[in-house]
């Protein structure tokens, strides 16, 4: 089945130290993104590559980056995890030519930082 | 300015018994709609979306929505909802581009 695929499910860190969230794809969609979702609060949207080209939200912290080396994979990369920064992280992909931009998600990571 | 409003945080409602989760939306432009449910620790799933034809829209598990452009509603029913239907629930709509656009959520808690 295509399907959007995020490791690990459950991540632990430190106070400071770096931590690379995972999400891959199957749907050969040409948009992911990154949400961050604290507890009961909507998803929020953190950045989005359209193929290559990345698409910051102008509220996201620097602290937050992303790469997509290719079209299955894209990271996530905290640099400095605060205790803030804890949270469900969400990967959705969609297909830009479709004609609604339809979002699928994986099951999430869920950050904890001690 | 374009948002989704779910006017319910919390819906309790016992087992069997038929419940309604309220979404009213605004744009100045078409939308396509959608109801989302996330179950604890997981990620969010698409129980049924609107985007043209008829206004009653028929998804997953057995729910249902009406969209009703003069009330700018889209809300979310179940006639007989299960334990297995506890989860959050959230509104969306796509205003065009790549934004996707979610109400705040609304917890069901389906109690025995």
């Known amino acids: 089945d295509a399907m959007v695929i995020q490791n690990p499910r459950y991540q632990v860190t430190q106070f400071g130290k770096p931590v690379t969230l995972s999400c891959s794809q199957t749907l050969n969609h040409n948009v992911m993104y990154w949400y961050q979702q604290k507890s009961s609060q909507a998803p929020k949207l953190l950045f989005h590559y359209y193929d290559k080209d990345f698409n910051n939200e102008a509220d996201t912290p620097d602290n937050f980056q992303s790469r997509r080396p290719n079209t299955s994979f894209c990271f996530l990369d905290i640099r400095s995890p605060g205790l803030g920064d804890a949270a469900m992280y969400l990967c959705?992909?969609?297909?830009?030519?479709?004609?609604?931009?339809?979002?699928?998600f994986g099951p999430g990571t869920r950050l904890t930082v001690l | 300015a374009q948002s989704v409003t779910q006017l319910d945080s919390q819906v309790p409602v016992f087992e069997e018994a038929p419940v309604e989760l309220r979404c009213n939306y605004s744009?100045?432009?078409?939308?396509?709609l959608f109801w989302y449910v996330q179950y604890p620790n997981q990620g969010l799933q698409l129980l049924l979306k609107?985007?043209?034809?008829?206004?009653l829209v028929k998804g997953i598990n057995g729910f249902e929505a009406e969209f009703n452009k003069s009330q700018t509603s889209f809300h979310l029913r179940k006639p007989s909802v299960h334990i297995s239907d506890t989860a959050e629930y959230f509104c969306a709509f796509l205003p065009g581009g790549f934004k996707t656009i979610f109400g705040a959520g609304t917890r069901l808690f389906v109690k025995a």
């Open positions: 744009s100045s432009v078409s939308v396509y």
């Open positions: 959705a992909t969609s297909e830009a030519s479709a004609s609604y931009n339809e979002q699928f």
């Open positions: 609107y985007l043209s034809g008829s206004t």
